[in-house]
């Protein structure tokens, strides 16, 4: 299985930021909004564990997802530190949980961010595509999903860098739009 030199990188990063202020991040998010957020990792799962899961559903997980998992199963990122959050990886047993929309054969729910989820097309990845990452609303079927046009490290960097923000839907606006809507 081939290393994820980036989703590495990224959790020890994020990691070494929460270890040097208690753990506790300071984030500045839209319109100059301060806060404070956690960030929870899961303990990891092991080869033999990715090897059973991967044969208990019947496809390969893509490499830089299953480097994440061996780092952590799971996490929660960004919470708020009194009032938690709505930003969860899942771990492996919650993914078989959570993914129950008819038909799922091939999906991967593997994540749920402030009513949408985020999952993976294991057929597309099992194809080679290396964008196989899709974003639904929670309670949309899997067909519903639209493409990110992304795999799990870039997502994952994306989110990170964007402190916990959907940046999924952001849109690029011109200064006259911007001030247009105020």
Known sequence: ???SPIIE????????RLETNNNVLILQLEEGFITEATCTFYEPVS???LVAFSDRIGYQLPDDYAAFLKIANGC???????YGGENYLYSLEEILQFTYEEPCEGYLKIGYFYQDNIFIDLNLFNRGQRNY????GHISQFSEGKPLHMNFELWFDRFVISQGTKFWNYSI???ENYYSTR
């Open 76 to 82: 929660r990122l960004f919470d708020d530190p009194n």
């Open 1 to 3: 299985m081939e290393e």
């Open 173 to 175: 606006y011109t200064a």
């Open 9 to 16: 990188r990224t959790i020890s990063s994020l990691k070494k």
């Open 47 to 49: 080869d033999a564990e």
């Open 133 to 136: 990452l899709f974003v639904k």
